[in-house]
């Protein structure tokens, strides 16, 4: 396969993840601004999106105050921001074009009417649904998406680069997620606006990544700080931990068999001791550094992603 094929279809995974985490958080955070307690107040929530999305510091140049109509629109549709939604699914589906000839017509179809949908989505749409709409159907056509890479494709080459493509994405997004809420405890428990809300902010977390029911079958009790970090980050079972992520990492670099040998500076073997390391971790010894844990492990996703596009994808 052309390193250029290899990279669209790497890179078509990576920006469907995106685009998804993006609008999940989006989704979940709108709702929970509707009926959040009275102390937690709408900036607080408009923040933590940005915080999440990384884009706190270019909406500030463009814009004096939080304003929630504001924000929706620089996430869900603005172009001028390259990480909104909308251009993350039109980088989705310009790296399909790139790469039709190995896709199912299936999946083409799907993504192509994904981005038109996207694209005919226009601000006085917006303005008229509200994003509550347009980050609800985002996610439904990526599970649309991810139904049809699973389902209609050969489980080859294609559907590993396009699947590592997608765990190091979503590894590196529900890093983010995390992050972005552990930033949100932070602050409750400096203005000691109690333990209820700290509950409340779990639960959004989960919710924020699928996992609310998941966690509560697991646990069988009302998530806690403890408890949501160790399913989130540890648990080897469910499809949006960060160690069930690195591990499948792991699993699509040995199926591509990039490199004969995994010597001690290949990537590889970084990706082999990563994955080693977070499976006999323990929540006890990060429960107190939470935070520096979850730089270095989005260091580590960054370090993967770069380096396997460097070394295999460029061309």
């Not at 949908?117 to 599970?143: H, I, M, P, R, W």
């Amino acid at each position: 396969m052309l390193s250029r094929i290899a990279n669209s279809l790497f890179w078509m995974g990576r920006y469907l993840e995106r685009a998804q985490h993006t609008a999940r958080f989006v989704k979940v955070h709108y709702y929970s601004s509707l009926d959040a307690p009275l102390m937690l107040k709408k900036e607080f929530v408009l923040e933590s999106i940005l915080s999440m999305t990384g884009l706190s510091i270019e909406y500030k140049k463009g814009h004096t105050e939080l304003v929630d109509v504001d924000v929706s629109k620089y996430v869900a549709i603005d172009e001028s921001n390259p990480f909104s939604i909308k251009n993350c699914i039109s980088n989705a589906r310009e790296n399909a074009r790139g790469a039709k000839g190995l896709l199912s017509s299936e999946l083409w179809e799907a993504i192509n009417k994904f981005y038109h949908y996207v694209n005919n989505f226009s601000e006085k749409d917006l303005e008229n649904q509200g994003v509550a709409n347009f980050t609800e159907n985002t996610v439904e056509y990526c599970s649309i998406v991810n139904g049809y890479i699973d389902n209609t494709l050969l489980h080859n080459d294609t559907w590993a680069l396009i699947h590592l493509g997608m765990h190091i994405e979503r590894a590196g997004q529900i890093t983010r997620i995390i992050s972005s809420k552990v930033k949100d405890l932070a602050k409750i428990e400096k203005q000691k606006l109690g333990v209820a809300l700290e509950t409340y902010q779990c639960i959004t977390l989960l919710k924020s990544a699928e996992a609310f029911d998941m966690s509560r079958i697991h646990y069988k009790c009302v998530p806690n700080f403890k408890n949501t970090m160790e399913f989130l980050i540890l648990n080897k079972e469910f499809p949006r931990s960060i160690c069930y992520n690195i591990n499948e990492i792991n699993k699509s670099l040995a199926r591509l068999g990039f490199a004969k040998s995994a010597d001690k500076d290949s990537l590889e073997f970084f990706v082999g001791k990563t994955a080693a390391a977070i499976n006999y971790l323990t929540i006890e010894e990060i429960e107190s550094s939470i935070g520096e844990f979850l730089k270095e492990t989005l260091d580590q996703i960054y370090f993967i992603g770069t380096n396997t596009e460097h070394n295999y994808l460029s061309y």
